[in-house]
């Protein structure tokens, strides 16, 4: 059977499949892959900037992890209500587009030291009072 495979990776049709594979990524790169891919269509559109639904549907799935990790080992998945999530979700990911969009209208930026100092004081970031870097 070995056999018969090598025998017919040598073959005309599998050097000229190679070729082919060769020219497009010289050619394309690998973004060539992606024209068998259908783009990911927009959920939400703010500002001609799209919100994939991928996005929304990965924000979901975090925020429904974080509300069952909240609420114990014995709770039911089912006391959470899935489309109300969905548009909570959806209007957050809408509300921080706005945000942002407006923050780059307006040129806001955080200095580095300002950021540093931020992270360094933040309580999640330090263990027994003091900044911990892992």
Do not use: H, W
């Amino acid at each position: 059977m070995l056999q018969k495979m090598r025998d017919g990776a040598q073959s005309f049709g599998a050097k000229l499949l190679v070729v082919v594979i060769c020219v497009v990524l010289a050619l394309f790169g690998f973004g060539a892959f992606n024209i068998f891919v259908s783009p990911d269509p927009a959920a939400a559109t703010v500002n001609r900037e799209d919100i994939p639904r991928s996005l929304v549907s990965n924000e979901v799935e975090r925020q429904r992890q974080t509300i069952m990790a909240q609420m114990g080992p014995d709770a039911d998945p089912g006391m959470i209500d899935s489309e109300f999530l969905r548009e909570a979700v959806l209007e957050r990911l809408i509300n921080r587009t706005l945000l942002l969009q407006a923050a780059d209208r307006l040129r806001l930026v955080a200095p580095d030291a300002q950021l540093d100092r931020y992270i360094v004081t933040t309580p999640e970031f330090q263990v027994d009072g003091a900044f911990d870097a892992n």
